[in-house]
C-alpha cells in the first residue's frame, strides 16, 4: 500500500545487510548466512505500488497528481495524500487478486467505495492492474514455496484461515512470531479477500503470511525503521530456515 511505503526501504536496508554478512561470511540472528543462502534462494519484491509510493512521498509534480487530487476530494474524511493506500489510478491494488474478488467487491461497495478512490477500490475486474498483474505473472514464473507480504500497522503476523492453512504453517507462524516478539492473530474474515496473500494461497496452496510491522500513524516515521528492521531479521531468517 502506498502510504506503507517505509516497508521499501526496510526490505532494502535488511538485503544490504544480508549482502554485507554473505560477503564477510558473518551471521545475522545466529545464522551463518552463506551457508543459508547455498541451501535457500530469497526473492525481494521491494515495492509493488511504485507510483502510489510516489504519491504520498511527494516525489510526484502537481499535473501528475491532479487526477489523484480530484479523486481524493471525493473522501475529504483520507488526509491526503498520507492516507492514500492505492495506486495512482485509485485502484487498491492488494484487493485486485482473483481471491473472492466479488465478495470484496460487495463489501467495499456496502462501504461506499465502488469508484477509483484513495483506498479500498477493488478495481474494474481481478488483475486489472499492471503492477497486480505483473506480480502475480511474476509469482507463477518464481513458483515459491512460502511468501510473506509486508505492510505496517500492528506488529502481528497474520497467517491464512486455518481451515485452509498448507502444512507447516502453524509450526512457521509461531517460528516467527517467537523470533521477532510479534503475536500470531487470525486474519478478520471481512480482510481475506482479494489480496495477494488469498491469491497466492489459493493459487499454489503452500504457506503465506502477512506481516504487519510497526505501529502508529500511516506512513510510520523514518524513526522506526530501526526497530522495524530488527524484527524483520527475525522473521526472515525464521522463514529462511523454514
Known sequence: HANEWITTPL??????????????????????????LSRVTLVLAPAVDPDGIDLVTGALDAETTAAAKVLAENYPDIPFPSGWKANLRGVDLNLNYPARWETARRIKKEQGVCTPAPRDFVGFSPLDQPES????????????????????????I????????????AALAAAMSEASGYPVEPVPEASANAGFKDWFLQCFRR??????????????PMTQLPALCRALRAIMTAALLW
Open 11 to 36: 526490505l532494502l536496508t535488511f538485503c544490504e545487510q544480508l549482502c554485507a554478512r554473505l560477503g564477510d561470511g558473518g551471521d545475522m540472528e545466529g545464522q551463518n548466512i552463506r551457508d543459508l
Open 133 to 156: 498483474a505483473a506480480l502475480a505473472a511474476f509469482a507463477r514464473c518464481v513458483h515459491p514455496d512460502l511468501m510473506l507480504a509486508l505492510h505496517t500497522q500492528g506488529s502481528v
Open 158 to 169: 497474520y497467517p491464512g484461515p486455518a481451515e485452509s492453512a498448507p502444512a507447516g504453517s
Open 207 to 220: 504457506p503465506a503470511f502477512t506481516i504487519e510491522m510497526g505501529i502508529g500513524e500511516n506512513p510510520l
